[in-house]
């Protein structure tokens, strides 16, 4: 079966037995070659994934403990690229295994580390080490502007990956972790590289451990401490990530589920065929609502649509650049971008919501006044209400955030009309 429980990997700090984490749990993503699964296409190189809900839980230390046990069956193994953070239990566990050499950037006067993947790829191991999947590659002449992509280069040359990421940077949930903790996510990875991966593994830990590895100076410098414990690293806040985290692995070993019965010609009784639509327009904020669909589309195990109607006369040009970016948002999430030409946005949204068996549709809350809606012949979202409500479709209301509103601490992704 290709959903197992694992050991949780002990921690830097040699964490007491009864204080670890009572299981890891990996799953399986993409069909396993070895299945009886005649249309299943053997990836290049296979792709493994420590996923953790937070700094400091033990993903490298996972990694690192991975690639020593390979080596000792006989697997070639190199590390490409290892952030130790300047741990010296994680600097002692990376010992003996074959190092890459950094390559060293220039970049505006600053000298900068980065993996060098030419020499990865010169030395073509069977298993590549890759640290931080999310991370950002300083700016040089024919280099991957993330490390992300590095990795896809890696897998199509054959080479399997082991990497880390931590849960706030998948696309679809860099917001919600910036509503838990006030804390801007940058460095994003989109959610389909995530779930391409052959195979996931949670690296567990307990808020109250977690928080007592950064008391020890396992995590950050001591200087760094008081403040990432009264900020970030709040009780509250990991409770929240660790939710997270554990949501998105039983959604993902849900669909597993699903996969191995259809690989294996079983129906599933629970199977509820939902299809999602967001609607958006250049208005601010109407990323996060992509994200928070993407989000409930992933609940269900359901395809997403993201919807824009342009006025018949063309998009105008200020809301040309915000719409490629929401077009980017929108393959960055795994969905589908339809565009259409329409003076009547609600009618042309439930013709396509109809046309393409949409169950649920998502839209962010009007911004217009109540003197704007008499004038302007009403709001789009009470049309749209109206008509998808004699359609059967369920319509989700996300209140728009705007860049400088305080974080709020909601959970609930059903908007209440």
Known sequence: ???????????????????????????RTRPDPGEDNPDAVAPAGQFRIYLGAAAGVGKTFAMLGEGHRRLGRG??????????????????????????????????????EEMDLTAVLARHPKVALVDELAHTNVPGPGRNEKRWQDVLVLLEAGIDVITTVNIQHLESIADAVEQITGVEVRERVPDWVVRRADQI????????????????????????????????????????????????LADETEEEM?????????????????????????????DQIIRRAARLAARFKAPIHVVHVADTDGVPVRDFLTL????????NV????????????????????????????????????????????????????????????????????????????????????
């Open 201 to 248: 593994e949670l690296v567990d830990s307990s808020p109250e451990q977690l928080r007592r590895r950064m008391l020890h100076g396992n995590i950050y410098p001591p200087q760094k401490v008081p403040q990432a414990l009264q900020n970030f690293f709040r009780t509250d806040n990991l409770i929240a990530l660790r939710e997270l985290a554990l949501r998105f």
């Open 324 to 331: 490629e970016a929401l077009r980017k948002v929108t393959s």
């Open 75 to 112: 697997t070639d193994v190199v590390a490409a690229y290892v952030e130790t953070h300047g741990r010296p239990a994680t600097k002692d566990v990376a010992k003996g295994l074959e190092l890459i050499p950094r390559l060293v950037v220039n970049y505006r006067g600053s000298l900068f």
């Open 258 to 286: 699903l996969d191995h019965l259809q690989r294996h010609h079983a129906k599933a009784v629970w199977d509820t065929a939902e299809r999602i639509m967001v609607a958006v327009t250049a208005a601010p904020g109407t």
């Open 334 to 417: 795994g969905a589908i971008w339809t565009e259409i030409p329409s003076t009547e946005p609600a009618t042309a949204l439930i013709k396509f919501a109809q046309e393409n068996q949409v169950t649920q549709l998502v839209i962010g809350s009007s911004q217009r006044t109540r003197w704007q809606e008499m004038t302007k012949g009403g709001s789009i979202v009470r049309k749209v209400m109206k008509q998808a409500g004699e359609q059967g479709i369920d319509v989700h209301i996300i209140a728009r955030r705007h860049p400088g509103d305080t974080p709020e601490r909601s959970g609930s992704d059903r908007a209440t009309p």
């Open 1 to 27: 079966m290709a959903i197992e429980p694992v050991e949780a990997e002990r921690d830097a700090a040699n964490t007491p037995d009864h204080e670890r984490a009572k299981a890891n749990w990996t799953i």
